[in-house]
């Protein structure tokens, strides 16, 4: 028996004289009804092979083995598909176009984290990562399949991904089933954590040559990794950190067709996106098998031209680190990335945390985990806490803000209820306000929200406001009220006001 959204797995043996990753094939095909779902299999060392199975509904499900390899052809099987555990909610999805749910329909809102190679650190050090997420506040984690070389990252990983020759080379024809099981365990741990695995394939930093595989060893290293993970319901597909790095040696026809062997081995269909480098190199998200836009750029205020460019879920991953390393994206303070993060937010889109404060060991949060030293952090766990508790499911600008004219430029947003809606002044200070209020005479509750010390109380609602007049070309409107009432603010930056519908 298995639960609903848990993975089954079913080990077979069978001994092979040649290379059984690349010259054995193994698929079973799982059916229920009339429904069927197909799943590769894959060698997982000596004689070992195996093929894993996420039921998505309950009741008696059947599976046949087909193989090149008699020893693996032909078996058979059944099992049944228990109710999904209490707060196991599925595989995330894109919802109403620009937001994500689960798959029984309860709201995703991403506040993910980056450590690349944290899984190739030291097990105590893995372990200290993982306490630390405990109780920081993320439900996404960006991390690499690969080891990285770059500043900060000098040390040899726990173990290499593909089998070592004799001469300390590595045999890319050969994966090391001992480092892909000690991903896929910690991936499975980052699950009951209720924390999503953003995987991410292939980068540029490296001196092992992973970076520079055959087309074909690339091609069979995607379809393997579709294999293992796909039954995971927590993983996301990042085909590359920073593609366009790698664009010598991986063309982009290369990637459409890595994107195009996912989708071959993964029944699941898991989310699915690549990240840039240059934010002038965006990748074509349009296609169909991207299902959402994974973005690097520090200026989280176009979010609103990537909505409407790509029509898609968009998430600024990287809008640069809080820290104080040496490189320019990793030295802003604390206070700008929270900044940014309701900047995002509050513009109909997601942005992603890292942190990247020097250490004489080189511990780097961004790259190998460990503890957080920053300060940001807390207030995206309180960001997402508020968040979750208003209840909201996704959140759509309101038109008029960050599509008016310069002194309406705050960002604001509704949830997808129609009964609540957020506003952000950011660098903005006004001592009062009105515009992206409600208009009608409905009753509110207005509350004014301090997003760096965290703090919520209830705003001072005053008789609407009369703005000043303003001029269109060469025309002056008058001095009208924009909403049914005002409110009065401390006249200090980085506040937002939430409100609330009670009628």
Request: charged letters at 20%.
């Given at each position: 028996?298995?639960?609903?959204?848990?993975?089954?797995?079913?080990?077979?043996?069978?001994?092979?004289?040649?290379?059984?990753?690349?010259?054995?094939?193994?698929?079973?095909?799982?059916?229920?009804?009339?429904?069927?779902?197909?799943?590769?299999?894959?060698?997982?060392?000596?004689?070992?092979?195996?093929?894993?199975?996420?039921?998505?509904?309950?009741?008696?499900?059947?599976?046949?083995?087909?193989?090149?390899?008699?020893?693996?052809?032909?078996?058979?099987?059944?099992?049944?598909?228990?109710?999904?555990?209490?707060?196991?909610?599925?595989?995330?999805?894109?919802?109403?176009?620009?937001?994500?749910?689960?798959?029984?329909?309860?709201?995703?809102?991403?506040?993910?984290?980056?450590?690349?190679?944290?899984?190739?650190?030291?097990?105590?050090?893995?372990?200290?990562?993982?306490?630390?997420?405990?109780?920081?506040?993320?439900?996404?984690?960006?991390?690499?399949?690969?080891?990285?070389?770059?500043?900060?990252?000098?040390?040899?990983?726990?173990?290499?991904?593909?089998?070592?020759?004799?001469?300390?080379?590595?045999?890319?024809?050969?994966?090391?089933?001992?480092?892909?099981?000690?991903?896929?365990?910690?991936?499975?741990?980052?699950?009951?954590?209720?924390?999503?695995?953003?995987?991410?394939?292939?980068?540029?930093?490296?001196?092992?040559?992973?970076?520079?595989?055959?087309?074909?060893?690339?091609?069979?290293?995607?379809?393997?990794?579709?294999?293992?993970?796909?039954?995971?319901?927590?993983?996301?597909?990042?085909?590359?950190?920073?593609?366009?790095?790698?664009?010598?040696?991986?063309?982009?026809?290369?990637?459409?067709?890595?994107?195009?062997?996912?989708?071959?081995?993964?029944?699941?269909?898991?989310?699915?996106?690549?990240?840039?480098?240059?934010?002038?190199?965006?990748?074509?998200?349009?296609?169909?098998?991207?299902?959402?836009?994974?973005?690097?750029?520090?200026?989280?205020?176009?979010?609103?031209?990537?909505?409407?460019?790509?029509?898609?879920?968009?998430?600024?991953?990287?809008?640069?680190?809080?820290?104080?390393?040496?490189?320019?994206?990793?030295?802003?303070?604390?206070?700008?990335?929270?900044?940014?993060?309701?900047?995002?937010?509050?513009?109909?889109?997601y942005a992603g945390h890292g942190e990247t404060y020097a250490d004489p060991q080189d511990i780097i949060w961004w790259a190998k985990g460990g503890k957080l030293k920053g300060e940001a952090w807390k207030r995206i766990?309180?960001?997402?806490?508020?968040?979750?508790?208003?209840?909201?499911?996704?959140?759509?600008?309101?038109?008029?803000?960050?599509?008016?004219?310069?002194?309406?430029?705050?960002?604001?947003?509704?949830?997808?209820?129609g009964r609540l809606r957020f506003l952000y002044f950011g660098e903005h200070q006004p001592l009062e306000w009105t515009t992206g209020l409600p208009t009608d005479d409905g009753r509110y509750a207005v509350d004014l929200?301090?997003?760096w010390n965290m703090t919520i109380e209830p705003a001072e609602q005053v008789p609407p406001l009369v703005q000043h007049p303003t001029r269109h070309g060469d025309a002056v409107r008058g001095g009208v009220a924009d909403?049914?009432?005002?409110?009065?603010?401390?006249?200090?930056?980085?506040?937002?006001?939430?409100?609330?519908?009670?009628?």
């Amino acid at each position: 028996m298995t639960h609903v959204y848990d993975v089954h797995e079913i080990s077979l043996q069978g001994a092979f004289a040649g290379n059984p990753y690349l010259d054995v094939t193994l698929h079973a095909v799982f059916s229920q009804g009339n429904r069927s779902v197909r799943v590769t299999g894959f060698h997982d060392g000596g004689d070992s092979y195996r093929l894993r199975f996420m039921p998505d509904t309950t009741g008696e499900w059947t599976w046949r083995t087909v193989s090149s390899l008699a020893a693996l052809d032909g078996h058979t099987g059944r099992f049944t598909a228990l109710p999904a555990r209490e707060g196991v909610h599925g595989p995330v999805r894109v919802s109403h176009r620009f937001h994500f749910a689960h798959a029984d329909g309860t709201p995703y809102l991403p506040f993910g984290t980056t450590c690349y190679v944290w899984t190739h650190q030291p097990l105590a050090l893995q372990e200290e990562t993982l306490a630390t997420l405990a109780g920081a506040g993320f439900n996404k984690l960006r991390m690499a399949i690969f080891p990285k070389d770059y500043p900060f990252n000098t040390n040899e990983p726990l173990m290499p991904v593909f089998t070592p020759r004799a001469d300390g080379t590595l045999d890319f024809d050969r994966p090391n089933p001992e480092a892909f099981r000690h991903f896929e365990t910690q991936i499975a741990r980052l699950a009951e954590m209720g924390i999503e695995a953003d995987v991410i394939l292939f980068h540029p930093y490296d001196r092992w040559g992973y970076a520079t595989m055959s087309e074909a060893q690339n091609r069979a290293y995607v379809a393997h990794v579709a294999a293992r993970l796909s039954a995971y319901r927590n993983v996301w597909w990042s085909l590359a950190n920073e593609y366009d790095f790698m664009l010598n040696t991986i063309p982009m026809e290369s990637w459409d067709g890595y994107c195009h062997l996912i989708e071959e081995h993964d029944p699941v269909r898991h989310l699915m996106s690549i990240h840039n480098g240059d934010p002038r190199m965006n990748y074509d998200h349009r296609k169909p098998w991207i299902s959402h836009v994974c973005i690097q750029n520090w200026d989280v205020k176009r979010m609103p031209e990537w909505r409407q460019a790509y029509g898609k879920p968009v998430v600024d991953d990287e809008p640069e680190y809080e820290g104080n390393i040496w490189p320019a994206w990793g030295n802003i303070t604390a206070e700008e990335l929270v900044h940014r993060f309701w900047l995002a937010l509050t513009r109909g889109g997601y942005a992603g945390h890292g942190e990247t404060y020097a250490d004489p060991q080189d511990i780097i949060w961004w790259a190998k985990g460990g503890k957080l030293k920053g300060e940001a952090w807390k207030r995206i766990a309180f960001l997402r806490r508020l968040l979750e508790e208003s209840g909201v499911t996704g959140l759509e600008p309101l038109s008029g803000l960050v599509d008016g004219w310069p002194w309406t430029r705050v960002s604001g947003v509704a949830d997808l209820g129609g009964r609540l809606r957020f506003l952000y002044f950011g660098e903005h200070q006004p001592l009062e306000w009105t515009t992206g209020l409600p208009t009608d005479d409905g009753r509110y509750a207005v509350d004014l929200i301090d997003t760096w010390n965290m703090t919520i109380e209830p705003a001072e609602q005053v008789p609407p406001l009369v703005q000043h007049p303003t001029r269109h070309g060469d025309a002056v409107r008058g001095g009208v009220a924009d909403a049914a009432f005002g409110v009065r603010l401390p006249g200090r930056p980085h506040l937002a006001l939430r409100i609330r519908r009670l009628d």
